[in-house]
């Protein structure tokens, strides 16, 4: 997959959509994956198309934006250190408390439809999820993604 550069933020302290989104696209900017419309077209897709997810209890997201705003495919990984709120993708009515954000810049569309079903593979993985939020270095995440056979 797309996880080469190491971008995670573990534990993250945010208490926004708005906040998090910020950090992601800075880390995913700084390492020259993004260009400088990418949060902008996160933050406005999120709006339209939201992307909360729940599996088994536990709250995901993948927000994702156009290729046009993306110089090179990369996933940028969060946990949060307490949950926020995000739509959910299939009833814009409900919220989901959301643990782990999973930000998906590709520069090709259809690198996103692989993307997420290797995504909803891992998110059914009980003992990955809960490693997952336990996880706090780029180790034990890459050890967890390739117990998923995830690159």
Known sequence: MYFDKDLCLFNLKVNTQKQL?????KM???NGCVKDTFLD??????AKYPTGILFEGTGFAIPHTDSKHVIQS???FASLNKPI??????DMKKTISVELVFMLAMSQPHEQVETL???MMLFQDKKSVQELKK???IEKFN??????NIE
Do not use: V
């Not at 989104?21 to 696209?25: A, L, P």
């Open 21 to 25: 989104f910020e950090e992601m696209d």
């Open 28 to 30: 995913l900017l700084d």
């Open 41 to 46: 077209g996160i933050t406005q897709r999120e």
């Open 74 to 76: 990369q996933i940028c």
């Open 85 to 90: 709120l995000f739509h959910d993708m299939t």
């Open 117 to 119: 079903q290797n995504l």
């Open 135 to 137: 996880c706090k270095s």
């Open 143 to 148: 050890e967890i993604l390739n117990y998923m």
